[in-house]
């Protein structure tokens, strides 16, 4: 059973920086890409940022700047640094990543989710 465990989430005022942290765990034979969305409320879930297995990055222009993406492939192990975090930020966050099973071949996989929420 392969799985995603999300960390890092909570309440911070604007401002401030959370860093997010996603582990892939179970029998996994490689990660490709990996990467972060969230889903503010009421709204469709979107892409903020990902980082290909050769950590090519690529953010959304709504954390350019602010957000940075990085992974320790060790670890298997997927990070988000937010900072000058602003209220509009406020979503619960994702994680996803390409798993290489072996013979079931690249499995899309999800995080449970993680909220973080910014105060004004």
């Known amino acids: 059973q392969v799985q995603l465990l999300e960390s890092g989430g909570g309440l911070v005022q604007a401002g401030g920086s959370l860093r997010l942290s996603c582990a892939a765990s179970g029998s996994i034979f490689a990660i490709d890409a990996m990467g972060w969305y969230r889903q503010p409320p009421g709204k469709l879930r979107e892409l903020v940022a990902s980082i290909t297995s050769g950590d090519s990055t690529n953010y959304a222009d709504s954390g350019k700047g602010r957000f940075t993406i990085s992974r320790d492939n060790a670890k298997n192990t997927v990070y988000l640094q937010m900072n000058s975090l602003k209220p509009e930020d406020t979503a619960v966050y994702y994680c996803?990543?390409?798993?290489?099973?072996?013979?079931?071949?690249?499995?899309?996989?999800w995080g449970q989710g993680t909220l973080v929420t910014v105060s004004s």
């Open positions: 996803n990543a390409d798993l290489y099973l072996g013979t079931p071949g690249y499995v899309e996989v």
